[in-house]
């Protein structure tokens, strides 16, 4: 069985290609997919699914948000003998109130968990809230890299996960059985608010980067003065009410409970994030 790789689709993402990066430094075959990847692999192209499944032991699952793929996936990956499925999940999903969902994601999460709930295999499902890496790398990054973070979040708060925790417990539950039957939702170890966040990365890349709180329709009206439709600039919104309503401020114990430590502080993803020259510029 150590001689079958693991598969990691999303494999050029942010907790992907970390997952990847941790298996293969612990001398683990790895079968890294995605579009963009060294093995192709395509949510959407059923005829991929086969050869990234093939002679793998364990999966660790990104799912296409909006769809309902997964389920059909998980039963593909029982006909190829994987015996254990780690899922990206979402914080959030069993709270109805937690957010608009004008992206469909919801249900498709919903199903997701269920799929592997009911699959057979060894199990687990990991439930990241807000990556503090949204800040260098994903959806906050160019206003970064802009100097200003224009957003409609009011004075609300994230409990800002670090992608490499996510990646230790993912690599964790991919290579412990222990893992088996977990849910592990996964946070920072306090609420941090965006002002504080700016403050915070002004510190460590030595750039004045500040927070200027929005109205929602000011946001909007801005997204869409740059070319968005209109409904993304307000599907863009959407996604940032959790934040500004402090819905996602409370602390999990996800990544105490899953590497017996306690998780990565806001100002040390900073920190490690400009030594390693990962800030935008």
């Known amino acids: 069985m150590s001689e079958q790789p693991i598969l990691v689709t999303g494999a050029t993402g942010k907790s992907g290609r970390r997952v990847a990066g941790r298996l293969r430094a612990a001398g683990l075959p790895v079968r890294a997919a995605s579009r963009n990847a060294e093995h192709a692999f395509d949510w959407t192209d059923r005829g991929t699914w086969d050869a990234a499944l093939d002679g793998v032991r364990a999966v660790y699952i990104v799912q296409l948000d909006g769809t309902k793929l997964v389920r059909p996936f998980v039963e593909r990956a029982v006909r190829h003998g994987v015996r254990r499925i780690v899922l990206a999940s979402g914080r959030g999903i069993d709270d109805p109130h937690y957010a608009k969902d004008s992206g469909g994601v919801l249900e498709g999460l919903v199903d997701s968990e269920a799929a592997v709930r009911e699959s057979g295999l060894e199990w687990t499902i990991t439930r990241p809230g807000w990556f503090a890496q949204n800040f260098s790398e994903g959806f906050f990054a160019d206003a970064v890299r802009a100097g200003e973070l224009r957003l409609p979040a009011g004075d609300g708060a994230a409990s800002f996960v670090d992608a490499e925790d996510i990646a230790a417990v993912v690599t964790a539950a991919l290579t412990e059985a222990r893992h088996a039957?977990?849910?592990?939702?996964?946070?920072?170890?306090?609420?941090?608010?965006?002002?504080?966040?700016?403050?915070?990365?002004s510190r460590a890349t030595g750039r004045d980067i500040r927070y200027v709180p929005l109205s929602v329709e000011e946001y909007v009206a801005e997204l869409a003065g740059q070319g968005l439709p209109l409904a993304e600039a307000r599907a863009f919104a959407d996604v940032v009410e959790p934040l500004r309503e402090g819905r996602d401020a409370y602390v999990s114990d996800g990544v105490q409970r899953a590497l017996g430590r306690p998780p990565r502080t806001f100002a040390r993803f900073a920190e490690a994030t400009a030594a390693a020259g990962g800030w935008p510029s």
């Open 181 to 201: 039957g977990e849910i592990y939702e996964l946070s920072g170890p306090r609420a941090v608010a965006v002002a504080e966040a700016a403050a915070t990365i």
